[in-house]
């Protein structure tokens, strides 16, 4: 795990990449601004296939897949 570089933001969205619609595409720009502007970010998100880890890095941010 990475030291805190800002304030800590927790992104719930209801599906995330490797989803890909408006939302989704939208939730992911906006998690790399973030990001980019120093926040320490975590994502939540649905886990829609059982095969999916239950926490992988997506664009050096951590994912939560829950069910």
Do not use: C, W
Request: avoid cysteine; glycine fraction near 6%; charge should be positive.
């Amino acid at each position: 795990m990475t030291a805190l570089r800002g304030p800590r933001l927790l992104v719930l969205s209801a599906y995330y990449f490797p989803v890909q619609g408006g939302s989704e595409t939208h939730a992911r720009a906006l998690v790399a601004f973030l990001r980019n502007a120093g926040f320490d970010l975590r994502v939540v998100t649905k886990r829609i296939d059982a095969r999916s880890p239950h926490v992988e890095r997506i664009d050096d941010v951590p994912v939560h897949r829950v069910s």
